[in-house]
């Protein structure tokens, strides 16, 4: 039996535009300089207020950056309704996921910066959550590479770190599942360079969602 925990942003969906938006509408609201769509892409996968503590040169996140995140939060659903924008899976990942869902060997979990009600409209709209039994989302833990969402996922099905594979576009996906003694696979369609998550730890890169069978096993 195999743990493949996936993240969500930048490896089974494509957010980035969605998040963007609301971070640049956050940060015009707080009167802070326009972020740049790479400055946003380099904190995706972080929790939100140190994301924003980050983007804005910060070491920690205090006051002004949680009522930040209070408001991106109020904001992100009124910006993907505003934009029809429905996070489009990368392509290949549907036929993966459909493919690794019902075999009785794997158990499918999600480690996400996201919200537990932003993961929860992820899961149904795209009908993955009759495959996923576990996940971690930034209201329950510790931000990423913190290794508590792979620990407690692993610690609810049984199943050791040992035979654990994170599979996921951030270096902190890569850091996050090397701290917690996981197997660390990067994706090459997201958001961080391929050199980045090779420094951050990988144990492998693929380019394509059916290149991590081979992976799985």
């Not at 380099?42 to 950056?65: F, K, N, Q, S």
């Amino acid at each position: 039996m195999k743990l493949v925990l996936f993240d969500c942003d930048g490896t089974l969906v494509d957010s980035a535009s969605l998040i963007h938006e609301t971070m640049r509408r956050t940060f015009l609201h707080f009167e802070k300089p326009e972020p740049t769509l790479a400055q946003t892409k380099a904190i995706i996968g972080l929790t939100l207020d140190i994301a924003i503590a980050r983007m804005l040169g910060r070491p920690h996140a205090g006051d002004e950056e949680v009522e930040m995140m209070a408001y991106y939060k109020s904001l992100f659903s009124v910006v993907r309704k505003e934009l029809d924008f429905h996070e489009p899976l990368f392509d290949g990942i549907r036929q993966l996921i459909d493919t690794i869902g019902p075999r009785d060997d794997l158990r499918i979990g999600a480690v996400t910066g996201k919200s537990r009600r932003g993961l929860n409209h992820l899961m149904e709209i795209h009908g993955f959550d009759k495959h996923f039994v576990v996940s971690r989302t930034a209201d329950e833990c510790p931000s990423k590479p913190h290794p508590a969402m792979v620990t407690e996922c692993c610690d609810e099905t049984g199943l050791v770190a040992g035979v654990t594979l994170v599979v996921g576009d951030a270096i902190y996906d890569m850091q996050m599942a090397k701290a917690a003694g996981a197997t660390a696979i990067g994706v090459s369609w997201g958001y961080a360079s391929v050199d980045d998550l090779w420094n951050a730890g990988a144990d492998a890169i693929v380019d394509h969602p059916s290149e991590l069978l081979v992976h799985i096993g």
